[in-house]
């Protein structure tokens, strides 16, 4: 990353965090004049800093096809790990996921020992159910197997093996689990830029602000559309499975599918 991308993260960093507390029209405000920022960058010629820039921004405004082209052009011009990353986790956003894991894969052939992307082409396998990129991706990679690798490697495989319990014990299809990881992933973006989350790591009970958002956010008619995707099936495993060992975001992924499957009484159940 070079010295401009550097400063320009960071000035988005600052920019999500101004979002957080404030998505009024000064937010907004902010965002266009970042826009505005990024599109004389690339006036004057600093084409990579400026399609960088102009992708965290439609990242940011959730105008996902626009930032992978973005981020496209800066990788065609420098085809580093971070550059790639973001090139990556665009497509996947996008909903290309084949050529998201096919420019993953490129990369690691190329840059066999690069740890960075092999490990984020792992995590991306397991979320959108993609078991049989594991072993490819794994074949790939050619760098030193430190214990921070063969961790993920294994909880990604244990990962793999719960969705795959979740398809045959409770008659879930593929193309199921891919639409609620799609729609827990849009819930998820919407929440680390709302008022809430700013909240959340000062609050003793964390849950209580998730469910305070998930209210908020979903209105009835879309609790009705949601709730005839997320069935008694999908509710009866999360009661046999839910645990305080999920990450953070895989908890919120679980809140969110309990808290759909019961609009009558938006409440979470409490389970294991």
């Known amino acids: 990353m070079t010295v401009v991308q550097t400063q320009l993260s960071k000035d988005f960093d600052e920019l999500l965090e101004y979002g957080k507390k404030d998505l009024s029209f000064q937010g907004r405000h902010r965002v266009l004049a970042s826009k505005r920022s990024a599109e004389s960058l690339i006036a004057r010629g600093d084409i990579a800093e400026g399609y960088y820039a102009l992708g965290l921004v439609n990242a940011y405004l959730n105008n996902v096809q626009e930032a992978a082209e973005c981020f496209k052009k800066v990788y065609n011009l420098n085809s580093n790990d971070s550059n790639c990353f973001n090139y990556m986790n665009s497509l996947l956003e996008n909903g290309d996921i084949q050529e998201a894991f096919e420019i993953a894969k490129k990369f690691i052939r190329i840059n066999p020992n690069n740890k960075k992307i092999f ?34 490697i294994s909880d990604c495989k244990k990962s793999l093996n719960l969705k795959k319990d979740l398809l045959e014990k409770y008659d879930v299809d593929e193309k199921f689990y891919q639409l609620v990881s799609i729609i827990s992933n849009q819930v998820i973006k919407d929440f680390v830029v709302s008022p809430t989350y700013s909240r959340i790591f000062e609050s003793p009970d964390k849950q209580s602000l998730i469910q305070e958002f998930l209210v908020s956010y979903l209105d009835e008619d879309e ?33 969110c599918v309990v808290f759909t499957s019961d609009i009558g009484n938006k409440k979470f159940y409490q389970v294991k």
């Open 223 to 255: 609790c009705n559309e949601i709730s005839e995707i997320f069935d008694d099936r999908i509710k009866q495993y999360l009661i046999d499975n839910f645990s305080d060992n999920y990450d953070f975001m895989s908890n919120i992924f679980n809140l």
């Open 119 to 152: 490990l984020h082409a792992l995590d991306s396998a397991v979320f959108h159910f993609l078991p049989e990129y594991i072993e490819e991706i794994d074949s790939l990679f050619k760098g030193e197997r430190t214990e921070e690798v063969t961790v993920k």
